[in-house]
Structures are given as C-alpha cells and as structure tokens.
T-cell receptor, first 116, second 113 residues
Framework: GAVVSQHPSRVICKSGTSVKIECRSL??????MFWYRQFPKQSLMLMAT?????????EQGVEKDKFLINHASLTLSTLTVTSAHPEDSSFYIC????????????FGPGTRLTVL | AQSVTQLGSHVSVSEGALVLLRCNYS??????LFWYVQYPNQGLQLLLK??????LVKGINGFEAEFKKSETSFHLTKPSAHMSDAAEYFC???????????FGKGTTLSVSS
C-alpha cells in the first residue's frame, strides 16, 4: 500500500525558532499534499493544500508567512513553522493524494511539535 | 459547504458488544465518505470508504458502514468489539476527487473487559 512518512516524529524547540517538517510519499508520486493540524482532543483542521510546482493554497485564518509550505517534487512537501510560539504547539499531519481516483489520501504518522 | 457531525464524543462498550459510531454529513453533491482510526500519537489509518456503488461498505478489522443518502448518514458498525478497537475514530467527507477532507470532531471508543 501507499506509504507516507514524516520527519521528525517529534520536535521540541524554543520560542522564536523555526522548525521544518518533511512529508514524503515513499512509493508513489503525490500530485497533491495536504497539511492538517490537530490540537489535543480535537479533530484535524486543514491548513493548506500543496500542489507540486505551485504555490500552496492556505485555508482562511492560516498565516502563509508563518507556515511556509514547499512542494518541490512529487514525493516531498515541507512545512516550516517560522518564529514558532507556544500556541503553535500541536500535532501536524500531512496526507498525500496519488491522483483523483476515489479521492483517497494517505496520511503520514504525524509530527508532534512542542514550543517552549 | 460540507460538514460532518459525529454524534457522541465518547462511546463505551463491553468486549464482544456491538459497536455503533454515528456520522451524519452535509454535502450538495454526492459525497466521498471515509472512516479513519487514530491510535494515540499516531497518524490516521483508513478503515473504509464510500465512493460509488454498493452502499454497504466493508472495511478492515471487521468494520463496516452503510451510506444512507436519505438520512445523510454513514454510521460505522462492528458486530463484536475487541479491546484493540479502543481508539479515536474520525468520519470525513469530500465532494470532489483531489480535494481535502473535512473531518468530524471524532469519537473516542472505549472497550471494557
């Protein structure tokens, strides 16, 4: 089956620093990748949609200058949280879509970000 | 706009009992519907999905769900709960292929022995 990896799985950083999270589709080419954020005991909220070679589309209320998304290839998308603050602490999950068939997305294992 | 409502944020059952997790959706077009399971500090695993065709969908681990258009529902069931089924369950919907999923708030399933 299709596998999506995320790195790192867990990161702790100081307030004001930037953190990069990688999302990779390991055995397929992902035309579209999605970034979600999940706060404790809550559901997943879409942050942005990323298509290879084009600018990401951000959801309302998500700051594009704070959450930088780069989708440089069909197997890699990165999310950089710039100047992180404690309120950015969350579980970040990416998903990758192989195509439009069935609209099935494959989810990464998530990255736990803790900002001190 | 699409939305998903999961009735009951927490469901508790005994081992061997029927599991029923409720999901209602709103969509202006025929939807794609999904159920995912999430274990603590892990990503989401697809249980089953409905796209077109047969309205009763069978998934992994003995779960199944039935798409009922008239009731705008996609409830998840399992005849006999196992301890290993204890997890968070999310219902999700999308209205177009290639678009992001809209998730419900999730239901925590607890299974007691």
């Amino acid at each position: 089956g299709a596998v999506v990896s995320q790195h790192p799985s867990r990161v702790i950083c100081k307030s004001g620093t930037s953190v990069k999270i990688e999302c990779r589709s390991l055995d397929f080419q992902a035309t579209t990748m999605f970034w979600y954020r999940q706060f404790p005991k809550q559901s997943l909220m879409l942050m942005a949609t990323s298509n290879e070679g084009s600018k990401a589309t951000y959801e309302q209320g998500v700051e594009k200058d704070k959450f930088l998304i780069n989708h440089a290839s069909l197997t890699l998308s990165t999310l950089t949280v710039t100047s992180a603050h404690p309120e950015d602490s969350s579980f970040y999950i990416c998903s990758a879509a192989q195509g439009v068939k069935d609209n099935e997305q494959f989810f990464g294992p998530g990255t736990r970000l803790t900002v001190l | 706009a699409q939305s998903v409502t999961q009735l009951g944020s927490h469901v508790s059952v005994s081992e061997g009992a029927l599991v029923l997790l409720r999901c209602n959706y709103s969509s202006s077009v025929p939807p794609y519907l999904f159920w995912y399971v999430q274990y603590p500090n892990q990503g989401l695993q697809l249980l089953l999905k409905y796209t077109t065709g047969a309205t009763l969908v069978k998934g992994i681990n003995g779960f199944e769900a039935e798409f009922k258009k008239s009731e705008t529902s996609f409830h998840l069931t399992k005849p006999s709960a196992h301890m290993s089924d204890a997890a968070e369950y999310f219902c999700a919907v999308s209205d177009q292929a290639g678009t992001a999923l809209i998730f419900g708030k999730g239901t925590t399933l607890s299974v007691s022995s």
